[in-house]
């Protein structure tokens, strides 16, 4: 596909925001307009926003790396099925894993110390959380992924399950 640039200064502000989009933008996926993203990212408290690119093949959500002078950020232009009671659980169980040594991914409150922001004018629900560098594997991982995908996976189980009292001896 073909790959455009587009850029908007904010009036008042000496920072830019770049949008790459390495495709045609299509309707299930369409870019997140700078004044769209602007107004929506002003809510958090990060640092100026230098870039917004799509992030991922999301079959429920919108998603968006967000480049800062600080570092990466994931925006996400939730679907409406979503139910916002979920940000609580996703915060505590984040912000245990933490404690537990697990490197997460975090909810980032708004500069109101809500867990997600509701676009007063679109209605859409939106979230930021932290970035973490890595590899997102789609789809068919190979033997090596799928085996480091389950060491991690026992690793979260451990870290949020109480263990269990065995129910009898073998």
């Given amino acids: 596909g073909s790959t455009w640039r587009w ?29 769209e993203c602007a107004h929506i990212l002003a809510v958090f408290p990060i ?9 991922g093949n999301g ?7 967000v480049g800062t002078t600080d570092g990466y950020y994931i925006l996400q ?10 940000f609580g659980n996703v915060h505590r169980v984040t912000a245990h894993m933490a404690r537990k040594g697990l490197r997460t991914s975090t909810i980032v409150k708004t500069r109101n110390g ?6 007063e004018v679109s209605g859409t629900l939106w979230r930021l959380m932290t970035f ?16 480091s995908a389950a060491r991690f996976l026992a690793r979260f189980h451990a870290a949020v399950i109480k263990p269990l009292p065995l129910i009898c001896d073998a």
Avoid at 114 to 119: K, P, Q
Avoid at 132 to 147: C, D, L
Wanted: some cysteine; hydrophobic content about 30%; overall charge positive.
């Fill in 114 to 119: 809500n867990l997600a922001h509701r676009d």
């Fill in 59 to 65: 079959r429920l959500h919108r998603t968006y790396r």
């Fill in 132 to 147: 973490i560098t890595g590899t997102t594997i789609e789809n068919n991982p190979t033997t090596r992924q799928a085996a």
């Fill in 7 to 35: 850029k908007h200064i904010r009036a008042g502000h000496n920072s830019s925001i770049e949008i790459i989009v390495s495709a045609a933008p299509s309707t299930r996926y369409s870019v997140c307009m700078g004044n």
């Fill in 77 to 86: 232009r939730l679907s409406p099925t979503i139910d916002p009671l979920v």
């Fill in 47 to 55: 640092a100026p926003v230098t870039s917004i690119e799509p992030y």
